[in-house]
């Protein structure tokens, strides 16, 4: 049924949260996971006094310990993982995506970082859910 499972993350506890339930599915259907981190664009815009290279790099640097951390463990579980970094707004990046690797299941947290400064409406996993052509598992925090 699944053969290709999508974990975004932002790298926050609530992310890392929904990485037994990707696992389980994967098991059950011997699935690859692909974990994925967007490094959102409108960060830089609401840090003012910082260059937008910086906080660039400091999301980058940040996706990389999440991602290489939840690809650990999926290895750990012997699921074949893929691991990508995008830039951008992160909804719309992870429905490129998903489209790029023809997934067939996002699992997400519920809720994770929020960018309070920019009064940001709803959140990602809201908007995957009513705009992936693909079903969306939404994990609640615990």
Known sequence: MYET????????????????????????????VHVLYV?????????PGLAMSEINEQLEDEGERAIAELAEEIGAAGLD????????????????????VDADLVTMGTTGKRIVERERVGSV??????????????????
């Open 5 to 32: 499972v999508l974990l975004p993350t932002d790298g926050s506890e609530v992310a890392a949260g929904a990485v037994e339930h990707a696992i389980d599915a994967a098991t059950r259907h011997d699935a690859t």
């Open 39 to 47: 490094v959102d664009e409108s960060v830089a815009n609401a840090a």
């Open 81 to 100: 993982t893929e691991t990508a970094i995008r830039v951008g707004a992160p909804d719309e990046e992870i429905l490129r995506y998903v489209d790029a």
């Open 125 to 142: 996993t809201d908007a995957l859910v009513r705009k992936a052509n693909v079903p969306v598992l939404a994990v609640p925090r615990a």
